[in-house]
């Protein structure tokens, strides 16, 4: 089955820009692909476009140049995934693509912890230290083989999740008063959360949930069944397999999920909890 290919990239719109694509880069246009979500992929590795030329809507160029942005239709794009592991191209990319499109979601990956808040300063949204979240994948498997249960140990994660997303704030908050304001609004986000059976919120009206009082989150829309209910009321019951929408700080956010995904049934195998979509 040929993927969602586009002839002409410029007439995307609300799309998502795939800038590299090594693991990271194929793992995402997989996942936007089975989410039916519209993206483009561009690849310095000409040999790497020609093999996914038929299969990807993938073209080779360097997205540090303006005009190659532009043609990926940057100004209409909805979110920018730089995957690639030249520090300097990634932070050159995201100045320009957030000269080009104010209001573009930039996501980063980058190698260190401290080059987290000189990306953020330079316009990206979101910035994934590899560092960082493997520290966060190697304790939990550690812990896994205790058997430390799956909730203690997402907890765990959520916690130093929290830790460091304050210390990139203070860091990133290192600069001029007018920056500043612009930069508070990215630590608020909509979060999509599918909620597990075994998570302890099934069955209970969203009065009785204690999202908002508890843990700082507001419901702000349920989909459910194909329909979306959009600022559902009090006695509002959460079912299983509910996708629910919350708003909140971004620490706020990353510490909830664990009470998404509730405590596994016995002899369940370890899972995930599930993943953030903002």
Known sequence: EE?????????????LIIVGFGISGKHL????HESGISYTILEMNPETVHRYHDKEPISHGDATQPVVLEHLGVAKARVLAIIISDPAA???IAIEARRLNPNLYIVARTRFVTEVAPLRRLGANEVIAEEFETSIEVFSRVLTQYL????????????????NYRMIRRMSN???????VINR??????????????????????????LRPTYGVTVVAIHRQG???????PQCCL??????YLFGKTDKLYAVKPLFSGPLKENAAPSKSAEAVM
């Open 239 to 244: 079912e299983a397999d509910d996708i629910i």
């Open 185 to 210: 609004l990215p630590d608020m986000g909509v979060q999509a959360m599918r909620l597990g059976e075994n998570s302890p919120l099934c069955g209970l009206p969203l009065s009785q949930s204690g």
């Open 3 to 15: 993927k969602n290919k586009n002839s002409d990239d410029c007439a995307l719109e609300d799309h």
């Open 174 to 180: 290192m600069v001029d008063p007018l920056d500043e």
């Open 148 to 163: 430390v249960p799956r909730q203690d140990i997402d907890a765990f994660a959520a916690r130093i999740r929290q830790a």
């Open 29 to 32: 246009a997989h996942v936007a």
């Open 90 to 92: 990634v932070r050159a």
């Open 227 to 233: 329909e979306i209910h959009a600022s559902p009321e």
